[in-house]
């Protein structure tokens, strides 16, 4: 899937009435208190319909580096009991031993450890170590640079989207949800204050 990963970065490089615009270079904490932020999941119920829902407490910062994108990191920290998908007694069980066990693994992480861009610039992969449920993988975050630039209370924002699938089975996830239910697509949607 191709993406606009660095648009925003070039667009941001070029010269305004001759002034060198902000590249957006930095390290940036996601607004957890302004809640741009979300970590949702999405599952095929049975094979007939979609069921979805998000982790309403997560943290975490990402670093830009405008000079050489691939040299870019990001982090996340996301609180497994906050599972929300609309239903408590589904959360309940989702909570559960059958699923993410929170009582024993209360937090799923992760860390990147490199940032694959093509050559021309629109698209990037996120590589990266996901912890959850106790199980550690390396997954690919197929990432968009949203957009960055000042905001109306004096900062400095950016925003970007990733996806992946995970197939539950390779987390430890012992639930057998039938043939349609093996992998779960994430949704990352994050905007960053730049500190």
């Known amino acids: 899937m191709k993406k606009r990963w660095l648009v925003a970065a070039i ?3 070029a010269l305004t009435s001759g002034v060198q615009a902000d590249d957006g270079a930095g390290t940036y904490a996601f607004d957890k208190e302004g ?3 979300f970590v949702m999941f999405k599952i095929s119920h049975l094979g007939y319909s979609w069921l979805y829902g998000r982790f309403n407490e997560f943290e975490g910062e990402f670093n830009f580096n ?8 990001v982090s996340v920290t996301i609180d497994t009991a906050s599972v929300d998908s ?6 309940k069980h989702l909570r559960s031993e059958d699923f993410l066990f929170v009582d024993e693994f209360p937090q799923a992480t992760f860390e990147s450890k490199r940032v694959v861009v093509d050559e021309d610039g629109d698209e990037a992969d996120i590589i990266g170590d996901l912890t959850l449920r106790g199980v550690t993988r390396e997954v690919t975050l197929d990432a968009e640079l949203i957009g960055h630039g000042e905001d109306p209370w004096g900062g400095y924002r950016m925003g970007f989207e990733a996806e992946t699938e995970l197939k539950l089975a390779d987390f430890g996830i012992p639930m057998d949800l039938g043939p349609a239910s093996e992998t779960v697509e994430m949704i990352i949607s994050i905007e960053g204050v730049r500190q």
Do not use: V
């Not at 609309?86 to 959360?91: G, Y």
């Open 11 to 13: 667009a941001a490089t």
């Open 35 to 37: 809640a741009h932020q």
């Open 66 to 73: 405008a000079d050489d994108p691939a040299a870019s990191s």
């Open 86 to 91: 609309n239903h408590a007694e589904r959360d």
